[in-house]
């Protein structure tokens, strides 16, 4: 698939089949991130991959899908079948000097996973403490995002719109995601 292609297609996700993925994909997704850039070199960004239904279920009241929508409640049965956690080492950098090495290790592993024919959906919006303490992570690993990784059951849509960042119910099990138009973000000078 061609780059571009693969950026446009790369919608975040919220309602997953109930396959599971591969570990072997995750694995290799995992290592996507790994080897994709880091500042200075560091390398701080650890992951952990979650399969396991008990550890999901466990994880779910502590997850919150899709903030735009509040009308919108996401049922276990379809939120994904397995979680990349990724963790700062604070051993290595401080937390909030990683966010960038976040970004670019969220972007190949979303970009990975869309390549791979699945679909993803970045999480900031869960309970940290909690979930490490469900994942049995000790001190010194920051969690920073989980990506919920799977086999997708809806599709979502650019769209142009008045609004440019709320994504809306398209009223057929999917998203509107707006885009900021390229004139609006291109600085004239």
């Known amino acids: 698939m061609d780059f571009l292609k693969l950026i446009k297609n790369r919608r ?3 309602k ?23 500042a200075a070199n560091l390398q701080s960004l650890k ?25 919108w ?24 000097k990683s966010e960038v090495d976040a970004g670019i290790a969220l972007m190949a592993l979303t970009l990975g996973a869309e390549d791979k024919g699945l ?13 490490k303490e469900i994942l049995e992570i000790g001190e010194g690993l920051d969690l920073l995002y989980l990506i919920g990784i799977g086999h997708p059951d809806q599709s979502n849509t650019l ?8 994504y809306s119910l398209d009223g057929k099990g999917g998203f509107n995601v707006p885009k900021r138009e390229l004139d609006e973000i291109i600085i004239k000078r």
């Open 73 to 96: 409640k996401m049922p276990f049965e379809i939120t994904p079948t397995s979680f990349i956690a990724v963790f700062n080492d604070t051993s290595i950098r401080p937390s909030d």
């Open 119 to 131: 679909a993803s959906c970045i999480i900031g919006s869960v309970n940290r403490q909690r979930a």
């Open 159 to 166: 769209v142009e719109s008045e609004e440019r960042v709320k």
């Open 16 to 38: 997953f089949k109930a396959e599971a993925v591969d570990t072997v994909i995750l694995e290799e997704l995992v290592d996507i991130a790994r080897i994709s850039p880091s």
């Open 47 to 71: 992951y952990a991959i979650i399969t396991d239904e008990k550890t999901r279920l466990e994880l779910y009241p502590f997850i919150k899908y899709a903030g735009y929508t509040p009308e």
């Open 12 to 14: 975040t996700v919220r």
